[in-house]
């Protein structure tokens, strides 16, 4: 059983950041792959980032170059970095960890961007 509690999250300004972080309990972290998706009022969850194991890395199209997904095994905690934020980023953000048929949700943080 794995365990994945997310913090970080906030009310920003346009153009500003934050850094989410997601830490997971249980055995064998370090061997899922982990991801950030996020789900806006009134649309469907949508993957962020991903990354796997070996710490490859891939980024929904809207958020490159902007966000980092990074994952400290040694702690078991995935993180976001994201910057240059926009209104169109809002919604709750929620870490994933997969391995096979095994898939792990957290409950979701908010983050609002908003002048």
């Known amino acids: 059983q794995v365990q994945l509690v997310e913090s970080g999250g906030g009310s920003v300004q346009p153009g500003g950041s934050l850094r989410l972080s997601c830490a997971a309990s249980?055995?064998?972290?370090?061997?899922?792959?982990m991801g950030w998706y996020r789900q806006a009022p009134g649309k469907q969850r949508e993957l962020v980032a991903v990354?796997?194991?070996?710490?490859?890395?891939n980024y929904a199209d809207s958020v490159k170059g902007r966000f980092t997904i990074s994952r400290d095994n040694t702690k078991n905690t995935l993180y976001l970095q994201m910057n240059s934020l926009k209104p169109e980023d809002t919604a709750v953000y929620s870490c994933?960890?997969?391995?096979?048929?095994?898939?792990?949700w957290g409950q979701g943080t908010q983050v609002t961007v908003s002048s």
């Open positions: 990354i796997t194991s070996r710490g490859s890395t």
């Open positions: 249980g055995s064998g972290i370090s061997i899922y792959t």
């Open positions: 994933n960890a997969g391995l096979g048929a095994r898939v792990y």
